[in-house]
């Protein structure tokens, strides 16, 4: 697959269908893999596709504005870059994707932290929402790099593990979790989700958010920040593998995805023609307010 | 050498505990500790550095009350803090001319500095991050730390103030060149960076688009800066309150956007490259310049927990090589 994904790259550079690759090559610390951002054809023979390929590059698809971009993209990826198109961000033409299927990614840190290297790859340090993922294939795609992989709906194990505690329970996980957030809004960058060109917490006047790391300032940042991503998350972890702090992030935005999925039947980032689902309603919808 | 058993040494400094604030690794970060017992080194470097201690995330530096009563309150509790490594030590010294200054003294800092004892532990076992070398540093650097202890095992053996080696009772001894040989072993794992000449180079490249190209991938988010035990930049916020409020000093980073954002609503540092342009160059031209030290003490942690894996290292090889 990584040469199909090589050649590819290479061609369109060659053939100024892109004027720029944005894909994965080898990092510089263990069991990572580092975005890089290819401009020579030549070039290309860097492109590597891993286990440790654990960012969502549709994130930089903006900072080209002026460029015509190509794209490595695994499902979440893809789900990312149609969430995109959809909300008016980028337009389909303006971006080439190399489409990957993905058998998911690895949690690097618990890895290092038992000891284990490149030889120890195994399906037992799946990233959870790697594992239970309902899109391993790429949604969305100019040209396919590798045989599609069977897929499986979306689980929500650990979602529904979470929803059995009781409130005070779940209220302590919470606050153990955000406690540790010193608001250096990696989660943020990290997502491609979240590209408003002024976030809520940077507004100062009317000022919405203090910058406190008290419990009531990184839960509302926290809350805050998932909430606005209700209906839009799509689920590829890039928040999460960002934080520093290793603050389990998905437990939030997992929650919206599946609440999302079961009140209004919808996943985010799957068909560009679609409305976001908080765009729109529909007879069918459960709140009956509207009518 | 003088030399302590450890378990006299860690009794010792239980036995401060009281009449000191005494904070230590407690896994991840540095933490106000109760006993000694608490104490749990996980991995060389905490992830959270010790200048929290020093200038925390937020400092309130005055309030005030609806009778327009103004409180302020300066820093005046003795501590010590234990167990973090040399490069955390030197990067609390290097803070000192920015918060120490004839002109402007920070009382809130200077309080806190003066009344620390700083007791670093040498690292036997470096990590593959670690480039405290290239700042003609090293593992077993005492410099910024006032007792410097490597572990030997059974004992600690100490480099620092005679007044701080008495008050854990450090008896003279030999040796017999362990400290030598842990100190070469050590710094034989450590790249070398060449950094002769950078601030220049940095300061030729300032107008190419060599930042544009290196930042490209940097998502600008504050994780480097925030984990840098050496970055202090600040913001002040006034947090009101209905009975009163506070002035609070709150950590800001020069990778925000808004970190520059001016009233006009002018942004000189707009553009993702100048934000990357602005820590390289403070911490290896502007510091160099103002002060005679670098604004990095090599700890890796900006290379560990960036979420890109952009790898500074890098950075400063690729200046390192080009011609002067």
Redesign the interface.
């Known amino acids: 697959m990584i040469e199909n994904i090589r050649r590819e790259a290479e061609k369109i550079l060659k053939e100024g269908v892109v004027d720029l690759v944005i894909g994965f090559e080898e990092g510089t610390i263990p069991l990572k893999s580092t975005p890089v951002f290819i401009e020579k054809p030549e070039e290309a023979q860097k492109l590597v596709w891993n286990s440790f390929c654990e960012n969502n590059l549709a994130v930089y698809i903006n900072r080209f504005k002026d460029k015509k971009v190509g794209i490595v993209a695994n499902g979440c990826c893809s789900r990312a870059i149609v969430n995109l198109i959809i909300e008016g961000q980028i337009k389909r033409e303006d971006v080439y994707i190399i489409g990957v299927p993905c058998e998911g990614m690895l949690d690097r840190r618990k890895m290092l932290r038992e000891g284990k290297t490149e030889k120890d790859v195994d399906e037992s340090y799946l990233y959870t929402n790697c594992r239970y993922c309902g899109h391993r294939n790429p949604v969305i795609y100019d040209y396919l790099a590798g045989e599609k992989l069977e897929e499986h709906s979306a689980q929500y194990p650990d979602i529904k593990e979470m929803e059995s505690l009781t409130e005070e329970e779940r209220w302590q996980k919470f606050s153990e979790e955000v406690n540790r957030c010193i608001r250096c809004y990696a989660c943020r960058q990290a997502c491609p989700m979240c590209y408003c060109e002024v976030c809520f917490v940077d507004v100062n006047n009317p000022k919405w958010l203090e910058g406190g790391v008290t419990e009531a300032d990184v839960g509302y940042w926290n809350l805050g920040r998932a909430y606005h991503l209700a209906g839009r998350c799509v689920d590829c972890g890039a928040c999460e593998r960002a934080c520093p702090m290793e603050i389990k992030i998905l437990n939030l935005t997992r929650k919206l995805n599946k609440d999302v999925k079961e009140l209004y039947n919808y996943e985010p980032g799957i068909d560009i023609n679609e409305k976001p689902v908080l765009g729109e309603f529909t007879y069918e919808d459960k709140e009956d307010f509207i009518r | 050498m003088r030399q302590i058993d450890k378990e006299k040494f860690y009794k010792e400094l239980n036995s401060l505990i009281g009449e000191y604030t005494v904070y230590a690794p407690v896994g991840?970060r540095v933490k106000k500790i109760k006993d000694t017992k608490e104490i749990k080194f996980e991995g060389l470097l905490t992830?959270?550095p010790a200048k929290e201690h020093m200038l925390p995330?937020?400092e309130e530096l005055f309030r005030w009350n609806r009778d327009k009563k103004i409180e302020v309150k300066i820093p005046d509790t003795k501590a010590i803090i234990f167990g973090i490594r040399p490069c955390d030590a030197r990067a609390i010294a290097s803070l000192d001319p920015t918060f120490n200054t004839e002109k402007f003294p920070d009382p809130y800092y200077i309080n806190r500095r003066k009344n620390t004892i700083i007791i670093s532990i040498g690292c036997n076992n470096p990590d593959?991050?670690c480039f405290c070398t290239s700042f003609g540093s090293g593992p077993f650097d005492p410099t910024g730390s006032d007792l410097l202890v490597v572990d030997t095992g059974e004992k600690f053996l100490g480099i620092g103030k005679e007044k701080i080696l008495d008050m854990f009772g450090f008896e003279e001894g030999n040796d017999g060149g362990e400290f030598e040989a842990l100190k070469k072993k050590a710094e034989g794992k450590i790249e070398r960076i060449n950094l002769a000449g950078i601030k220049d180079k940095l300061d030729s490249l300032k107008e190419t688009d060599f930042f544009k190209k290196i930042s490209?991938?940097c998502?600008?988010?504050?994780?480097c800066?925030?984990?840098c035990p050496t970055c202090y930049c600040f913001?002040i916020?006034d947090?009101e309150r209905i009975d009163g409020g506070k002035r609070?000093r709150?950590?800001d980073?020069c990778m925000?956007?808004?970190y520059t954002?001016e009233t006009s609503g002018h942004n000189p540092r707009k553009q993702?490259e100048r934000r990357m342009r602005q820590r390289i160059m403070h911490k290896f031209s502007y510091y160099p310049f103002l002060y005679d030290i670098f604004g990095c003490v090599g700890c890796g942690r900006c290379?560990?927990?960036c979420?890109?894996?952009?790898?500074i290292?890098?950075v400063l090889k690729t200046i390192g090589g080009m011609d002067e």
């Open positions: 991840d992830r959270f995330q937020n593959d991050t490209y991938k998502i600008n988010c504050g994780a800066t925030f984990l913001d916020e947090m609070v709150i950590w980073s925000f956007t808004i954002q993702e290379i560990s927990y979420p890109v894996n952009f790898d290292r890098n």
